[in-house]
C-alpha cells in the first residue's frame, strides 16, 4: 500500500488507539499533550516513510515512536512533572522505566474508558459526540461541520469548550458505575454508528468503502457486548446492524472499485458467517424491554438480507420504516422509507412522499428521484440525474451516475 493511502488509513485506525492511552496516563487536564504527542508521531511516519519507505510492521513503528516521544517530553518537562498525574510520578527518578502500554487489551480499555469520559454530561451531547468523532474517530474538522450542519469555526469553537470544561471538572478516565453508564451509553452508541457509517458511506472522495473502520467500530461495540454492565439490548441490536451490513462487503464494490447498487449484487458473494451473527445479536437484543431505532434498523436490514426480492419483504421493510419515524424522524430515514414504498406500492406513490422531502440539496435525494421518475418523466429523471453527479463528492458514486446518465442516452 503506498503511503498517501497507508497513513491516512492507519490514521483512522491508530490514532485513537494511542492517543486514549495517552490520555489516560497525562488524564484529560492534560489532553493536549496527548494529542501533541501523537500527532507528532504521525508527523514524523509521513516524513520518515516518504524518505526511507515502509516499514515491514507499519503499527509497531508508531507504537514505538509514540513511546519514545511520550519519554522525551517527559524528559524535557521534569520540572513539572509533578503536576500531572500520580502515574507518571513514580517514574520521576528515571524515566527510561516507563514502559508505555500500548497492548491490545490497554488500548482496548483506554478506548472504551475514554469514550465513557468523553460522554460525561459536563459538556453538551452534541459537544461530546464531535469531541469524540475528533479524537477517537480520526475525524477532521470539515467531516465533523458536515456531520452536524455547520460551520468549522462553530466545531472548533465547541470543542474548545468541551475541553476546557473537562479540565475544569477533572474528569477522570475510568469505566464508570451501573448509573452513569446508563446516562452515557446512548452517546456511545451514536458514536460508534458514526465511526461504523464512515466507513460503510465513506465520504472520502475516492474510497467508496473504508472496511478497517468498520471492523473498529464493530470491535468497539463488541467490547461493549463483552462486559456484563453494557451487555444491553441496543448494543446487541447495533451490533447485528453492523452484522447484516458488512455481510454485504464483497458484493457492494466490484473488482474495478465501483459501486454495486443493492438490486444489482451477487446474493452469493454474500457472507452467510455474518448474516447468521446479525440474526444471533437481533435475536440477543430481543432479551429486553426496549425498541430503539438500532432494533428496528436491525430488523430493516434483516430483511435487507433475505435473498428473495418479494412484496412481504418490502411490505416489512416499510412498516419498519414507519415506526423508525415515528422514533425519530429524519429526512435521510423519510428518503430510504421512500425506496421500499416505491418497491411495495409502485413509483408514483413513492414520488409523491419523495416531493414532500427537504433534501435538494442532496446527492442521494436526486439519485432516488432519477429513480422513481425512470419510465415515467424522462426530463424529470434527466435533471435529477445531473443535480445528483454535481452533488455527489465520492468519485465512485459519481462514477455510476454518470454511467446511468450515458446508458439513458442524455
Same mark, same amino acid.
Given at each position: 500500500m503506498e503511503k498517501g493511502v497507508l497513513i491516512p488509513n492507519l490514521f483512522k485506525t491508530e490514532y485513537r488507539?494511542?492517543?486514549?492511552?495517552?490520555?489516560?496516563?497525562?488524564?484529560?487536564?492534560?489532553?493536549?499533550?496527548?494529542?501533541?504527542i501523537t500527532n507528532d508521531t504521525f508527523l514524523l511516519a509521513s516524513?520518515?516513510?516518504?524518505?526511507k519507505g515502509i516499514p515491514e510492521n507499519p503499527k509497531a513503528w508508531l507504537y514505538i515512536v509514540a513511546?519514545?516521544?511520550?519519554?522525551?517530553?517527559?524528559k524535557r518537562h521534569h520540572n513539572y512533572i509533578y503536576n500531572i498525574t500520580p502515574q507518571i510520578k513514580g517514574y520521576q527518578v528515571n524515566f527510561e522505566e516507563l514502559d508505555l502500554d500500548l497492548s491490545e487489551k490497554n488500548m482496548n480499555d483506554s478506548q472504551l474508558q475514554m469514550i465513557f469520559a468523553i460522554c460525561n454530561d459536563v459538556i453538551p451531547?452534541?459537544?461530546?459526540?464531535?469531541?469524540?468523532?475528533?479524537?477517537?474517530?480520526?475525524?477532521?474538522?470539515?467531516?465533523?461541520?458536515?456531520?452536524?450542519?455547520?460551520t468549522k469555526q462553530t466545531i472548533n469553537k465547541r470543542l474548545f469548550r468541551a475541553k476546557e470544561k473537562l479540565r475544569s471538572a477533572n474528569i477522570k478516565i475510568e469505566f464508570p458505575s451501573e448509573k452513569e453508564i446508563d446516562k452515557r451509553l446512548d452517546n456511545v452508541l451514536i458514536i460508534?454508528?458514526?465511526?461504523?457509517?464512515?466507513?460503510?458511506? $465513506?465520504? $472520502?472522495?475516492?474510497?467508496?468503502?473504508?472496511?478497517?473502520?468498520c471492523i473498529e467500530?464493530?470491535?468497539?461495540?463488541?467490547?461493549?457486548?463483552?462486559?456484563?454492565?453494557t451487555n444491553l439490548p441496543r448494543c446487541n441490536a447495533l451490533l447485528s446492524l453492523m452484522c447484516f451490513h458488512a455481510s454485504r462487503f464483497d458484493s457492494r464494490i466490484d473488482k474495478e472499485g465501483k459501486y454495486v447498487l443493492y438490486f444489482n449484487q451477487k446474493k452469493q458473494n454474500w457472507n452467510k458467517d455474518l448474516i447468521v451473527k446479525g440474526e444471533y445479536y437481533l435475536n440477543e437484543s430481543a432479551k429486553g424491554n426496549e425498541i430503539t431505532k438500532y432494533h428496528l434498523e436491525a430488523k430493516i436490514a434483516f430483511w435487507h438480507s433475505r435473498e428473495n426480492d418479494t412484496i412481504e419483504k418490502w411490505e416489512n421493510i416499510l412498516q419498519l420504516y414507519n415506526r423508525l419515524l415515528q422514533i425519530q424522524y429524519s429526512p435521510i430515514i423519510a428518503l430510504n422509507r421512500t425506496y421500499a414504498l416505491s418497491k411495495a406500492n409502485g413509483k408514483k406513490i413513492a414520488l409523491k412522499e419523495a416531493l414532500k422531502i427537504d433534501l435538494k440539496?442532496?446527492?442521494?435525494?436526486?439519485?432516488?428521484?432519477?429513480?422513481?421518475?425512470?419510465?415515467?418523466?424522462?426530463?424529470?429523471?434527466?435533471?435529477?440525474?445531473?443535480?445528483?453527479?454535481?452533488?455527489?463528492?465520492?468519485?465512485?458514486?459519481?462514477?455510476l451516475l454518470t454511467s446511468k446518465f450515458k446508458n439513458n442516452n442524455y
Open positions: 488507539k494511542i492517543v486514549s492511552v495517552l490520555c489516560k496516563l497525562f488524564g484529560l487536564v492534560h489532553i493536549e499533550i496527548a494529542e501533541d516524513e520518515t516513510w516518504g524518505q513511546k519514545n516521544k511520550t519519554k522525551d517530553y517527559l451531547s452534541n459537544a461530546q459526540i464531535g469531541l469524540a468523532l475528533r479524537i477517537l474517530c480520526g475525524f477532521g474538522i470539515e467531516e465533523i461541520a458536515e456531520a452536524f450542519l455547520t460508534i454508528y458514526l465511526l461504523f457509517n464512515e466507513g460503510y458511506y $465513506s465520504s $472520502s472522495k475516492n474510497t467508496p468503502l473504508k472496511k478497517d473502520l467500530a464493530m470491535r468497539l461495540l463488541y467490547l461493549l457486548i463483552q462486559n456484563k454492565k440539496h442532496n446527492g442521494f435525494y436526486h439519485s432516488l428521484m432519477a429513480e422513481l421518475y425512470n419510465e415515467i418523466d424522462n426530463d424529470k429523471q434527466k435533471e435529477h440525474l445531473e443535480k445528483a453527479i454535481k452533488l455527489t463528492q465520492n468519485k465512485t458514486g459519481k462514477e
